[in-house]
């Protein structure tokens, strides 16, 4: 169950405390970038958008800030055909459609009538997560249809 950015911020706040390490106006302004998107911003985009309210911030700080958050579980890395990372605040186990032309990520709301994940169990392997990415053309980007 999806908690609110305040519970969220919170526990960021706590994981850093456990650590030992700050809870800098970096991480939570990067933590609430990411909360802000439905779309799976790349790191360049949290980047730029960190860039308007902590122009001081560096990519580095970014991208370390999103491994702390993958790292404490509330952000997860989702991987995407143009190779390069995007980032999910949702962290409740769930799939996603991707555009082929646009590069744009939706989740998949209804995985009803996907594959059960216990068909993934491969021998010897300990399977953690199972994600299905369903690639294909949007509604913006399909010939013939009207822009979303």
């Known amino acids: 169950m999806m908690t609110s950015p305040e519970e969220r911020l919170s526990l960021l706040a706590e994981y850093c405390r456990e650590r030992g390490v700050p809870m800098t106006a970096q991480r939570r302004a990067v933590f609430e970038k990411v909360l802000t998107h439905k779309d799976h911003p790349t790191a360049e985009r949290i980047y730029e958008e960190v860039q308007t309210v902590l122009p001081q911030t560096s990519r580095a700080t970014v991208y370390r800030a999103l491994d702390t958050l993958v790292e404490a579980n509330l952000v997860k890395r989702i991987a995407h055909p143009e190779a ?14 991707i555009c082929e032309t646009c590069g744009r990520v939706e989740d998949l709301e209804n995985s009803e009538s996907l594959p059960d994940p216990d068909l993934f169990k491969i021998p010897g ?3 953690k997560q199972v994600s299905i990415l369903v ?6 980007c399909r010939p013939g249809s009207e822009p979303a």
């Open 84 to 97: 390069r990372t995007r980032f999910d605040p949702v962290t409740e186990p769930h799939n996603h459609l």
């Open 125 to 127: 392997w300990e399977t």
């Open 135 to 140: 690639c294909g053309l949007c509604p913006s």
